[in-house]
């Protein structure tokens, strides 16, 4: 997997995927950003939320539940001091569907932090990562 990061301008740049994606990042206006894009820590635990969702989803649909939205909303806590690594994410997954099993659900969350989230098991090196779920009808 390859990446590409270019500076544009003051704290702004474009990250650039190896699958031809582009996103722009920008830093905090007391740094010199002008807030035209996330954070790069926004843009990680972005990607973790991401990374577990996908897994969730795919992991219901195999199991051929009727999954018809997947929401993960995350909140992290960073170290006060340099390097402001994250010490604690709690990640919260609003899962609906068609009688989605609670069985299912809690099986899929777990599957994806302990086995499948590549990000998820990264941070988690520095993290503590807790999770919860809730099922809608949908």
Same mark, same amino acid.
């Given at each position: 997997?390859?990446?590409? !990061? /270019?500076?544009?301008?003051?704290?702004?740049?474009?990250?650039?995927?190896?699958?031809?994606?582009?996103?722009?990042?920008?830093?905090?206006?007391?740094?010199?950003?002008?807030?035209?894009? %996330?954070? %790069?820590?926004?843009?990680? #635990?972005?990607?973790?939320?991401?990374?577990?969702?996908? &897994?969730?989803?795919? +992991?219901?649909?195999?199991?051929?539940?009727?999954?018809? &939205?997947?929401?993960?909303?995350?909140?992290?806590?960073?170290?006060?001091?340099? %390097?402001?690594?994250?010490?604690?994410?709690? !990640?919260?997954?609003?899962? /609906?569907?068609? &009688?989605?099993?609670? /069985?299912?659900?809690?099986?899929?969350?777990? #599957?994806?932090?302990? /086995?499948?989230?590549?990000?998820? +098991?990264? #941070?988690?090196?520095?993290?503590? +990562?807790?999770?919860?779920?809730? +099922?809608?009808?949908?």
């Amino acid at each position: 997997m390859k990446a590409r !990061v /270019k500076w544009v301008e003051s704290a702004t740049f474009l990250a650039e995927s190896e699958s031809g994606h582009a996103v722009v990042m920008d830093g905090a206006q007391e740094y010199g950003g002008r807030n035209l894009g %996330p954070r %790069p820590m926004e843009m990680l #635990l972005m990607g973790m939320g991401g990374c577990t969702a996908f &897994d969730v989803v795919l +992991i219901l649909k195999k199991s051929r539940q009727a999954v018809a &939205d997947c929401v993960v909303e995350l909140e992290a806590t960073r170290a006060e001091t340099d %390097p402001k690594v994250f010490t604690a994410i709690h !990640v919260h997954f609003i899962v /609906k569907g068609t &009688d989605l099993s609670d /069985k299912h659900v809690a099986r899929a969350v777990e #599957l994806s932090a302990e /086995k499948y989230c590549s990000a998820s +098991i990264m #941070l988690g090196k520095t993290a503590k +990562i807790t999770h919860d779920y809730e +099922i809608q009808s949908a």
